[in-house]
RNA sequence: GCCCCCAUCGUCUAGAGGCCUAGGACGCCACCCUUUCAAGGUGGAGAUCACCGGUUCGAAUCCGGUUGGGGGUACCA
């Protein structure tokens, strides 16, 4: 049972609360897609906010990549936080929790004076020893309320031994809270099972991620939280803050999981869950975006090339799935190779630059081709690339100054080591001829079919030992726009290196 | 353990009681195209709709149970 996607008349407010724990992962950059497709495609307001309060594991390196990986997304926030030099945006400001304290803070003496909160003075290890306890008598873990009933003098006692005291919210006991989300329908959790009292401040005074989300949620006016299903049973919990804070809480939507390929939760530990790392193997935007959005979403259609303008067009939270999706890298690829070739040709050229740019410094190449060069080679190559990383690998045969052969590839399997050297050598002075005169792909090609023609020899295996002897490879784009793209001079280098190879090969096994 | 969620080809999915002999896509296999590799085209294999029971003239679709999977259960987010 699911209700209208919208509730209520109020604007719609959407936000993405990535933790600056790690790199930008697949799964905040999903949810992140989709809070931002469901606030463009009803024209409300989509909000970044960092919960950087776990200083521990926050990095603001980790902080760099998210807000650049989502940037890189296209997914573009109205309201967020303040980035290098630049102010932050929205009336809501601060948008980053550490900078928000007061708020907290005032929310927490609020709650304190009204006593839905009481401090807890336990230490560590009884909370650990009560854990213990509970899991060897088959009782499920839950906070003991050792500290919720102290009467004022005996905190007082506490405080004078400096005991840090962390803050704890007072569950009702066995009531039912109750929530309508837009995509798993109904659900109701006994607050009973919610492990008794939780804290909402640590002795340190740092408030935890449970009370801050909805401190913020409260105050940044949020109507919609549309998260991952790993909160779906923490719901509950910030309902109850809600309304002890006076407030109705928003519309729930919880998306279905981003799995490994075993079906558990997407990790680092079996499956690549970087964004950044995705682009810097050269998948595009416009592949992961639209990859990203079909994981768990669907049109309804069978239409599944969609751009972000279609996206936004299209979404809507009624399509989404309950169930776990895979992450499929193959598809990925396959949908990358779909929008690398739909890609403007000079837009592909800015794109390949910085791989090619990379491979140099790497040394996987030896010279950086200009911006000319690597568009004529556009045609080429962008129907064998799935992705852009792949592009040395296609072409970067062009790029170096010297490539390894392999003897034994200049030699067709219909062939022997005869044949190759007769072939090469009589190809090598047809490509010579051509190339006095102009240097073109439709010249090279009917030439050299017919020597293969006038020789008796099948044409592929005349080409594959030239392709082998100017590339080293067996694999290439077409042979004559390679010849013509190596240059006639380099053309006839290679050929005449790899003459000199299979000759040198053919001599150490006669003697 | 307890609580919650989920369940259609290997994977992503279409499917809102008769349109389903369960459709599409990725991947896989063949063939066509072809100088190799891709891309493209055509075709194929691949799902007793997890299982059992009910409701109904009729169920992948509704209900109940079972099984399986996942998530949560912190002074992490």
Known sequence: MRSSPIAGTSPIRVRIAPSPTGPLHIGTARTALFNFL???HHQGTFILRLEDTDQ???SLAFEKDILDGLHTLGITWDEGPAVSGEEARGPHAPYRQMERLPLYAEAASDLLARDL?????CLPDQLDADRKLAEAEHRPPRYVG???NFTPEERKVREAASLAAALRFRVPENTLVGFDDLIRGHVEINTDALGGDFVLVRGDGSP???FTVVVD???MEISHVIRGEDHLSNT???????RAMGHEPPVFAHLPLILNPDRTKMSKRKSQTAVGDYLAQGFIREALVNYLALLGWSTGSEDEILGMDELIRRFDLD???QAGAVFDRERLEWLNGQWVRRLDPDELVDRLRPFLEADAVAGRIDRMPPDGQIRALVPLVRERLPTLGAITDQVGFLFVDHVAIDPAMLVPKRWDAATALDGLAAAREVIADVGRVSFEADELEPLLRSLAERRGWKAGDLFMAIRVAVTGRTATPPLFDTLVALGYEQALHRMDRAIGVLRAAASATAT
């Open 38 to 40: 469901f606030a463009r």
């Open 56 to 58: 521990a594991r926050g």
């Open 117 to 121: 909160v009481y401090p807890c003075y």
């Open 146 to 148: 050792r500290c919720a």
């Open 208 to 210: 935890l991620y449970h």
């Open 217 to 219: 949620d409260v105050e």
């Open 236 to 242: 509950p919990k910030h309902i109850l803050l809600f």
């Open 319 to 321: 399509h989404v799935h």
